[in-house]
């Protein structure tokens, strides 16, 4: 069948001009349909939206993507906040980066992700990084954000799959980070003994040797703003409080 | 009024030379638009759009040039946005509610000749491009060279695409239809010449 483009096209064209008759049957003239819309003002011309398409089309869309934002956000602990620098209090922004709990932040993603330069944590020469490794941190971070004076910025990176513990309590007004006792290793990063953090609020962290879990707090100067990152999939399972430490003095140890 | 003077006529803004335009070219408007679409509403609703088109920016149009080329292209255009358009609709529906697609054409199905309806449906599922070129080409009688110029591409593309479209065509016959005619499907069994 249809061996040769002439019998096939003849078939077509057969079947398509039987087809065209049959439509063309039915035309009427499209003049009074051009017409009334040639006197209908432009706008009166632009095509709506049917309102039976309002729910499926718009609404339930909406709907969907408005649950499937909510479902993600409150299945996402805040792992990563910025602070504004502190000696800008003028600007006290706060923002917010969410991560899914499970998934494990570098800090140089996190930094790449907030927009700021980093300086490298492992392998920097001491003198850049001034900054110390020291077990413990907080579950209770609930320290309020005060602006400090001090110009210096810090950044707490909590690594991966470790877990802090920092017990809070207050005491009288200091700087926000005014000691910070205790040792560690500058070579490994090692916790050797129990440090304690004041804070220009008075609050006060005290970091447990037997904590199993690290913390690194490197100060860096030209940061421009501080960066807390508690990395997920550790034991803090609660979202933790808007604020926490926001600055630390120069000398951590 | 020859076409001329309805062309100018319209240029100058008079809506009486545009309607005599209307009413020449009308007929060839909607055999176009009907080849391109194959679907007799749509492409009634293809023509007065691409009429009204023509008059809002009849200022883009030389009035010592003749209208129909000019129109074809407004035509092919509007057709193709059309075409789109349906298909997107026709998505949505199926997605949203579950309307079966594409629905069943009432000129197609009043093909009398079960030869002819598979061959209506046949090119109905061939690339659009393809099945544009041969309803052109077998619809209408336009030769390559009109065809070119109507669907604005080189002629070249044109017989390569009726090419094309003639195989799947010829293979989609051997597939489902050599060996196992049925009666009704035979070239001469009801064909209404």
């Known amino acids: 069948m249809f061996d040769d483009d002439t019998e096939l096209d003849q078939e077509l064209s057969r079947v398509l001009k039987a087809y065209a008759e049959r439509a063309a049957a039915g035309h009427q003239s499209v003049w009074p349909r051009v017409q009334k819309a040639l006197r209908e003002p432009d706008q009166r011309r632009r095509r709506r939206i049917p309102r039976r398409w309002l729910l499926p089309v718009i609404l339930l869309p909406l709907l969907a993507s408005a649950g499937t934002a909510l479902a993600i956000y409150s299945h996402t602990s805040p792992i990563v906040w910025i602070f504004e620098h502190p000696t800008k209090p003028a600007k006290p922004q706060t923002v917010h980066v969410y991560y899914p709990p499970p998934e494990s932040v570098s800090l140089t993603k996190a930094a790449d992700l907030l927009g700021i330069r980093l300086p490298q944590i492992h392998g920097v020469p001491q003198t850049q990084l001034r900054s110390v490794v020291f077990q413990g941190a907080t579950r209770r971070d609930r320290a309020e954000h005060v602006p400090s004076d001090k110009g210096s910025v810090t950044l707490i990176y909590r690594l991966p799959g470790q877990t802090v513990s920092l017990r809070e309590y207050h005491s009288g007004v200091g700087p926000l980070v005014s000691k910070l006792r205790g040792s560690v290793s500058s070579g490994t990063g090692k916790f050797k003994e129990t440090m304690s953090v004041i804070t220009v609020d008075g609050s006060s962290y005290e970091i447990e040797e037997n904590a199993s879990d690290q913390v690194l707090f490197a100060e860096w100067k030209t940061l421009s703003g501080v960066l807390i990152v508690l990395n997920g999939g550790g034991r803090i399972s609660t979202p933790v409080s808007i604020s926490f430490v926001t600055s630390l003095l120069p000398h951590i140890h | 009024v020859t076409e001329l003077e309805a062309v100018a006529a319209m240029c100058a803004g008079d809506e009486r030379g545009f309607e005599e335009l209307v009413g020449l070219f009308e007929r060839r408007a909607f055999a176009v638009a009907l080849a391109m679409t194959r679907d007799p509403a749509l492409a009634d609703d293809v023509v007065s759009e691409a009429f009204l088109r023509a008059f809002k920016y009849r200022g883009r149009l030389d009035p010592n040039l003749a209208f129909w ?29 579950r309307v079966p697609h594409p629905r069943e054409d009432p000129v197609e199905a009043a093909e009398e000749n079960a030869l002819g309806r598979w061959l209506l449906a046949a090119i109905r599922s061939l690339p659009a491009a393809e099945r544009e070129a041969i309803q052109l080409r077998l619809m209408l009688d336009m030769d390559e060279k009109t065809i070119a110029h109507t669907l604005g591409c080189p002629v070249g593309t044109i017989k390569v695409r009726l090419h094309r479209g003639r195989k799947r065509l010829r293979a989609r016959a051997l597939r489902e239809l050599d060996g196992f005619l049925p009666d009704s499907l035979s070239l001469g069994a009801d064909r209404n010449v």
Do not use: K
């Not at chain 2, 292209?73 to 199926?94: M, P, Q």
């Open chain 2, 69 to 97: 080329p000019w129109l074809v292209r407004i035509v092919v255009n509007e057709a193709h946005t059309a075409i789109r358009r349906r298909a997107r609709r026709e998505r949505l529906t199926h997605v949203l509610i």
